[in-house]
């Protein structure tokens, strides 16, 4: 490869939890949910945290950090843990939001289920509803800070507060976003919302969860694509394919990267019997392979993949690992990219030579202290974001549970919050 990626995505090893920087270029970085492994609930959890690396590797607009963009798929904990934190730091253009949090405040007490960071997201949507609507009153724009997108379709939505913005304010399935905090992207990035749908406002929180293909778009043309469909099980997943393909929309389902959802869990494909049975649903499995372009890869935003499988035991699964490897070649791991005593940030970009992983030679360059002083060629948004990647990927593996090996420590250490047991060289992408 004789060029290095500027416009590519992160993927934090961040435990069984996602954390996803998106950067589109110098002045332009998205945030996909958040997971802050200093603030977990773990005596073994790194000192070092992923809010304060990411802040550091942004840009800075007005004399403070800027992310154009923090998109919410879902308020579990292990996708906003940190975000108050990032949110008294930085200045967030835009927020993107589901209905789901507004319903939760209105079924009385469901609202005590959330975490402070998610009641903290909730609180800033709202005050953005009202600052954009002042805006709207004084026939001005919103300014960067107070802009909000929610992103969905609530059967109860003339319930709640955001009913009453314009439509530039909202979202939905179906629908294509090429502005990022009202800057135009076209040409470089594009998202195409897939979920959540609204025959699922009332079901359980995962199941509406944001769900979208995003794709980066080189200067050449050359597109990298990937589906995000956060914590959503078989059901929902297959009705995003069966849908797109239904009406012609083949090409929105296409992947060059796919996040395993919710932390590869069974749930996926997996259907559990009343005997107790696990049945695999190969139609899922069959619409990931279909709709794969070549050298796709899937990632496991998740701790080590375990041995053999144990009931009640939360994602990761063996058994989900094992169906993706019949999918795709590659199936990576955050927690274990690289090492599973050291693991490395998964990094995804796109050049004029193609789209896909960033291998081992950059990513270790990135970690070392002469390539903070390299040249302006070298050092670009992108780098930063893995460079400040890796110094959490290397606090995780030297924590204070470090004297333990293998997938049990990664899982002692990444667990607790989710409930319990419960010198340049060259890039290579693709294979």
């Known amino acids: 490869m004789s060029e290095l990626p500027t416009r590519g995505a992160v993927f934090w090893p961040v435990g069984t939890g ?25 005596d073994d959890a ?8 990411l802040i550091a590797s942004l840009p800075v607009r007005d004399g403070k950090p800027y992310l154009a963009v923090f998109a919410l798929t879902h308020a579990d904990k292990d996708h906003c843990l940190g975000f108050a934190d990032l949110l008294s730091a930085v200045t967030i253009g835009e927020l993107w939001a589901t209905p789901r ?55 109860e939505h003339s319930r709640h507060a955001y009913d009453e913005l314009p439509d530039r304010y909202k979202s939905g399935p179906g629908k294509l976003i090429s502005t990022l905090d009202f800057e135009d992207t076209t040409g470089r990035f594009e998202a195409f919302i ?83 049975d696990e049945v695999v649903q190969q139609d899922v499995l069959d619409a990931f392979e279909r709709n794969q372009l070549p050298g796709a890869v899937i990632v496991s935003s998740s701790a080590v993949i375990p041995d053999e499988d144990e009931d009640g035991k939360n994602p990761p699964h063996k058994m989900a690992f094992d169906r993706y490897s019949e999918v795709a070649d590659e199936v990576l791991v955050t927690m274990e990219w690289l090492g599973v ?45 893995i460079a400040s990647a890796t110094t959490v990927a290397k606090a995780v ?23 319990g047991e419960t010198a340049p060289q060259t890039v290579g992408f693709g294979k």
């Open 18 to 42: 996602d954390s996803t920087t998106i950067v589109i270029d110098d002045d332009t970085v998205m945030q996909v949910d958040l997971h802050d492994m200093a603030k977990a609930d773990s």
């Open 46 to 53: 790194p000192e070092v945290a992923v809010v304060d690396e």
């Open 101 to 155: 949090l507004w319903r939760e405040y209105t079924e009385g007490g469901a609202e005590d289920e959330l975490c402070e960071d998610a009641k903290a997201f909730q609180a800033e949507a709202e005050r953005r509803v009202e600052a954009i609507k002042a805006a709207v009153a004084d026939n001005v724009d919103p300014a960067s800070g107070d802009r909000l997108l929610v992103i969905g379709y609530d059967t």
């Open 194 to 276: 897939h979920a959540p749908f609204a025959d699922d406002a009332a079901a359980a929180r995962n199941e509406t969860s944001l769900a979208m293909q995003i794709v980066l778009q080189d200067e050449s043309g050359i597109t990298g694509k990937m589906l995000l469909f956060g914590d959503l099980a078989h059901d929902t997943i297959m009705k995003v394919f069966d849908y797109s393909e239904a009406h012609d929309r083949d090409q929105r389902v296409e992947w060059d990267l796919l996040l395993a959802p919710h932390h590869c869990s069974k749930r996926v494909m997996y259907l559990r019997t009343l005997d107790g």
């Open 341 to 385: 005593s050291e693991p490395s940030p998964i990094v995804f970009g796109v050049t004029a030579e193609g789209a896909g992983i960033v291998r081992d030679a950059f990513v270790e360059l990135a970690a070392t202290e002469a390539f903070s002083h390299s040249s302006q060629t070298i050092e670009t948004r992108l780098t930063k974001v």
């Open 397 to 419: 593996s030297k924590g204070p549970s470090a004297a333990a090996t293998g997938s049990d420590r990664v899982r002692d250490v990444t667990t607790a919050d989710r409930g």
